[in-house]
């Protein structure tokens, strides 16, 4: 039980803990402390845990997660604003430093080793302060991003399973999460890289499209959605009740994921008049992925039929 409860405050702290760093870096960028108001986002986080802790003791839900949601819900501004930001002012000269070069990596661990009291911790965090509000916007973002798909990994992992849901359950839930933020990550780098300053309306688009796909991490019906022995035996034998599971997974790749994704990368093609061999590769991989799932449905359809 101690277990469970320090997992789901650890998870939860880190949640809280990445939106805080977001949104120290848009007051940053923006030069303006007014941002700081962004907090706000994530005190329905704080409630949740409250709640969570007191009502379940620390466990999640079956289909839905709250906690995951309001994280989207605290984070996804602040990303917003860093990459409207960083796409306004691309042209920018201003010097900024590699977030993974050899000297900055060499720099941090030499800073971190000669820190053994208080005055030289001091002086350690405020050369990190200074050297990550050097580092470039590109890189900013893209650690954020990183940074938020790999928690969400690891947060629905640590966080105590919900009544309802087994341990080889969450075990195919963390393995669709990892394909899944592999192909968010590679849509959001890739697509953004190909604006143009003269395409601000492209980045809006990807940001929504970016946002919808999102979604489909506090949702857990392509997986848990299935019920048990006992319970379908109770239940009618319809081709919903057999296939839920496969109708949820289906319906997420088409209109979540790799659907959207299509549109996404036609648009650029066709509309913005931007190709390339990884954009038509990636293009192609998402066509193939929406047409095998159309497949699946009508081998589902036809083999109900054919009982």
Known sequence: MLIKFICAVVTRGLFILISLIGVW??????????????????????????LTLRRRKGKDYKWFSPSIFLFLLSIIPTI????????????????????DSPESIKNIFNSMRNTTNG??????????AKFLSSVCANDWILALHQILLILLIV????????????????????????G?????????????????DNS???????????????????????????????????????LLNRHSTDFWAVVETLFIQDGPFLLVRLTVMIHFNIIHQMLVFFT????LVVTLNVYRMWVIFHDYRSI
């Open 25 to 50: 870096r848009v007051t940053r960028v923006k030069e303006n402390n007014l941002y700081w108001f962004l907090t706000i986002l994530y005190l329905p986080l704080v409630f949740e845990m409250i």
């Open 80 to 99: 917003w604003i860093l990459e409207l930001h960083h796409q306004q002012n691309k042209s920018s000269s201003a010097k900024c430093g590699k977030l």
């Open 119 to 128: 005055t030289e911790a001091y002086k350690f965090f405020k050369d990190s």
């Open 155 to 178: 947060g629905k992992w640590l966080m105590p399973i919900g009544e309802g849901v087994t341990r080889d359950q969450l075990s195919q839930l963390l393995l669709i999460f990892v």
């Open 180 to 196: 899944t933020a592999a192909d968010i990550l590679e849509f959001t780098s890739e697509t953004l890289s190909d604006v143009k």
């Open 200 to 238: 601000p309306q492209l980045v809006y688009i990807i940001l929504a499209v970016w946002t919808w796909s999102m979604l489909q991490f506090p949702f857990h019906l392509s997986v848990v959605n299935s019920k048990a022995g006992d319970e379908c035996e109770s239940q009618p034998d319809t």
């Open 284 to 287: 192609i991989k998402n066509l």
